[in-house]
Nanobody
Framework: VQLQASGGGLVQAGGSLRLSCTAS????????IGWFRQAPGKEREGISW????????YYAESVKDRFTISSDNGKNTVYLQMNSLKPEDTAVYYC??????????????????WGQGTQVTVSS
C-alpha cells in the first residue's frame, strides 16, 4: 500500500487549501481513509476519516464545519477541503488507512498504513 499526500502550502488566515491523498495497492471497499496532523511539539491528531463504502465521515471537533472530506474512488483519491484556516491549523498533515467494518468508531480507528506528510502553514 502506498499513500501519496499533496496540496499543502502557505496560506493566510481565513484562506483555503485542498489536500489530496492518492492510494495504490488498496481496495477502498474495505478501508477508510483519513487525515491526521501534527504540529511542532504536539501529538499527532486524527482530524477526519471517510468510508466511501458506507458513506460515513468523521470529523474532530477542532475542524468540524470548516473541513470537508470526500473521495473519488475512480481516482483512488481522498480530498480534504480546508476552509476558514487558522494559524493553529499549521501542522504537517498525513493521510492514513484503517480497515473498516460498518459500526466501527472512526474516531478510535487504528491506522494500518501512513502516507508521507505535507506541510500546511497558516499565517496570521
Amino acid at each position: 500500500v502506498q499513500l501519496q499526500a499533496s496540496g499543502g502550502g502557505l496560506v493566510q488566515a481565513g484562506g483555503s487549501l485542498r489536500l489530496s491523498c492518492t492510494a495504490s495497492g488498496l481496495d477502498f471497499e474495505y478501508y477508510a481513509i483519513g487525515w491526521f496532523r501534527q504540529a511542532p511539539g504536539k501529538e499527532r491528531e486524527g482530524i477526519s476519516w471517510i468510508s466511501s463504502t458506507y458513506d460515513i465521515t468523521y470529523y474532530a471537533e477542532s475542524v468540524k464545519d470548516r473541513f470537508t472530506i470526500s473521495s473519488d474512488n475512480g481516482k483512488n483519491t481522498v480530498y480534504l477541503q480546508m476552509n476558514s484556516l487558522k494559524p493553529e491549523d499549521t501542522a504537517v498533515y498525513y493521510c492514513a488507512t484503517t480497515f473498516y467494518r460498518y459500526g466501527d468508531s472512526l474516531g478510535e480507528a487504528i491506522v494500518d498504513h501512513w502516507g508521507q506528510g505535507t506541510q500546511v502553514t497558516v499565517s496570521s
